[in-house]
T-cell receptor, first 112, second 116 residues
Framework: QKEVEQNSGPLSVPEGAIASLNCTYS??????FFWYRQYSGKSPELIMS????GDKEDGRFTAQLNKASQYVSLLIRDSQPSDSATYLC????????????FGTGTKLQVIP | GAGVSQSPSNKVTEKGKDVELRCDPI?????LYWYRQSLGQGLEFLIY????????KSGLPSDRFSAERTGGSVSTLTIQRTQQEDSAVYLC??????????????FGSGTRLTVV
């Protein structure tokens, strides 16, 4: 059973701080890694994709991938109250077909 | 279309009735997925379509659930003889899994199903 694990939180950070969200996955044969943001009562929204080891930056968001450690993280710089949401980590595994496995999400609360 | 479109956005039905939920994926996306999400819970996979075929329907909770996709585009999820435990938000997503950079899911806004 391929798994994606996240701490459910809530993770509370003060406004302006860096929020660090972490995710581990169970299978080394993995291809694509995603972070989704889900506001309460809304559907998930893709915010970052990362495919190779290292960092990928997009505005205030940085995704970090370490395949050797089977670890992917999302950093949110200068956190804003509008960043308060549940963040879902997702992994597409190689082989078979292309279904993505989702973690259960980490709830982030940014305190003004 | 520009995004994944789902209809209806809300559906209230009586226990025992059949319901049909519709999903219109992004044009050109070959893969389509149905998930459901109960209040405060994670995403529960239901079924995956590649083109018009469904190589993985392992998440359908019972034989009351079925889905089809026609023309490699629109999909319909049908729930027969609805039960109260079917109440949830049903989410559809599409992707183009063969293209890196387009293989992430784009979700529709969902159908909130309430069985009374």
């Amino acid at each position: 059973q391929k798994e994606v694990e996240q701490n459910s939180g809530p993770l509370s950070v003060p406004e302006g701080a860096i929020a660090s969200l972490n995710c581990t996955y169970s299978d080394r044969v993995s291809q694509s890694f995603f972070w989704y943001r889900q506001y309460s009562g809304k559907s998930p929204e893709l915010i970052m994709s990362i495919y190779s080891n290292g960092d990928k930056e997009d505005g205030r968001f940085t995704a970090q991938l370490n395949k050797a450690s089977q670890y992917v993280s999302l950093l949110i710089r200068d956190s804003q109250p509008s960043d308060s949401a549940t963040y879902l980590c997702a992994v597409r595994y190689s082989g078979g077909y292309q279904k993505v496995t989702f973690g259960t999400g980490t709830k982030l609360q940014v305190i003004p | 279309g520009a995004g994944v479109s789902q209809s209806p956005s809300n559906k209230v039905t009586e226990k025992g009735k059949d319901v049909e939920l519709r999903c219109d994926p992004i044009s050109g996306h070959t893969a389509l997925y149905w998930y459901r999400q109960s209040l405060g819970q994670g995403l529960e996979f239901l079924i995956y379509f590649q083109g018009n075929s469904a190589p993985d329907k392992s998440g359908l909770p019972s034989d009351r659930f079925s889905a089809e996709r026609t023309g490699g585009s629109v999909s319909t999820l049908t729930i027969q003889r609805t039960q109260q435990e079917d109440s949830a938000v049903y989410l559809c997503a599409s992707s183009h899994p063969e293209l890196q950079g387009y293989d992430g899911y784009t979700f529709g806004s969902g159908t909130r199903l309430t069985v009374v």
